[in-house]
């Protein structure tokens, strides 16, 4: 099993659309956890940090479920612009700054 | 100017060659990666360092070489390259303060090894 894993999509949503994502972790130890975003062949750049209580930016909103070892996120009134894909990603105790990726879910945005 | 840089950003080399990868940064962040990314298995962590003397294998280390040179300064070495090497690699780099974990990426190398 994955240690992070996520539906790799591709979802296609209309412009204006209410998306989510899921991703579950095996590690219940783990610390940490965080969205990047990855543009095709570009590198990955922090979208935003998850907390227990959960975090919005925006038209961005993170959840954290550490029961059910699952963090999602969700992206209400979808742009063009964000279509890409969103790699979850989560760091354990004791690898302080040592991240494991999940290998993306991709999100394509259309008119 | 990018914060993190990497040269060359695309390379096709031979198989057994050696081939040096190189990352600046000018963030004056302690703490310095490589990983690579392939389809399907995301990116995984070849070497971290946390300081200029300090070096750190990860999870895909063999086959690889790292140099810390200086704070700014990262190098990954393929010494004897194979063609399951082609991938895309990334530097990244984050700080020691309280917000741990969050790292900034470089633009990427892609390396074809024929």
């Known amino acids: 099993r994955k240690e992070v894993e996520q539906d790799p999509g591709p979802f296609n949503v209309p412009e204006g659309a209410t998306v989510a994502f899921n991703c579950t972790y095996s590690?219940?130890?783990?610390?940490?956890f965080f969205w990047y975003r990855q543009d095709c062949r570009k590198e990955p750049k922090l979208l935003m940090s998850?907390?227990?209580s959960g975090n919005e930016d925006g038209r961005f909103t993170a959840q954290l479920n550490r029961a059910s070892q699952y963090i999602s996120l969700l992206i209400r009134d979808s742009k063009l612009s964000d279509s890409a894909t969103y790699l979850c990603v989560v760091s354990y105790t004791g690898t302080a700054s040592k991240l494991t990726f999940g290998t993306g879910t991709r999100l394509q945005v259309t008119l | 100017d990018a914060d993190v840089t990497q040269t060359p950003r695309n390379r096709i080399t031979k198989t057994g060659k050696r081939i040096m990868l190189e990352c600046s940064q000018t963030k004056g962040h302690d703490r310095m990666y490589w990983y690579r990314q392939d389809p399907g298995l995301g990116l995984r962590l070849i070497y971290y360092s946390f300081d200029v003397k300090d070096i750190n294998k990860g999870e895909i280390s063999d086959g690889y070489s790292v140099s810390r040179q200086a704070q700014a300064k990262f190098s990954l070495s393929l010494e004897s390259a194979i063609p399951n090497q082609t991938a895309l690699y990334f530097c990244?780099?984050?700080?020691?303060?309280?917000?741990?974990?969050?790292?900034?990426f470089g633009p990427g190398t892609r390396l074809t090894v024929t």
């Open positions: 990244a780099t984050s700080d020691n303060s309280g917000r741990l974990n969050e790292q900034y």
């Open positions: 998850v907390y227990s």
């Open positions: 590690n219940s130890a783990s610390q940490s």
